[in-house]
């Protein structure tokens, strides 16, 4: 069993920044690749970003390439999310999750475990 839990979300002005935390419990978070999903009001949870087990590939959806940048600090048993240039259509509920792979995974199925979300708005 992995508990997540994020933090960093709230409110900024469109072209600012903010940096998501993931937190994770357990002894075994460098066995997991880790991801962030969003879901905005009304719409389905979408992919985000998603770096491998050791960080050493990632990928992101079109939407976010160039503005947003995952990593990991297997040490401290942390995901990262930086948002710079954030967009009005950014604003969501962002969540983190682990998948028991090596490599990277953009399915929400794929993944194990879930955190409960945090807020990022972004105003225009």
């Known amino acids: 069993q992995v508990q997540l839990v994020e933090s960093g979300g709230g409110l900024v002005q469109a072209g600012g920044s903010l940096r998501l935390s993931c937190a994770a419990s357990?002894?075994?978070?460098?066995?997991?690749?880790m991801g962030w999903f969003r879901q905005a009001p009304g719409k389905e949870r979408e992919f985000v970003a998603t770096i491998s087990r050791l960080g050493s590939t990632t990928y992101y959806a079109d939407s976010v390439k160039g503005r947003f940048t995952i990593s990991r600090d297997n040490a401290k048993n942390t995901v990262y999310l930086q948002m710079n240039s954030l967009k009005p259509e950014d604003t969501a509920v962002y969540y983190c999750?682990?998948?028991?792979?090596?490599?990277?995974?953009?399915?929400?199925?794929?993944?194990?475990?879930w955190g409960q979300g945090t807020q990022v708005t972004v105003s225009s």
């Open positions: 357990g002894r075994t978070f460098s066995s997991y690749a």
């Open positions: 999750a682990c998948a028991a792979a090596f490599l990277i995974r953009t399915r929400e199925g794929e993944y194990d475990y």
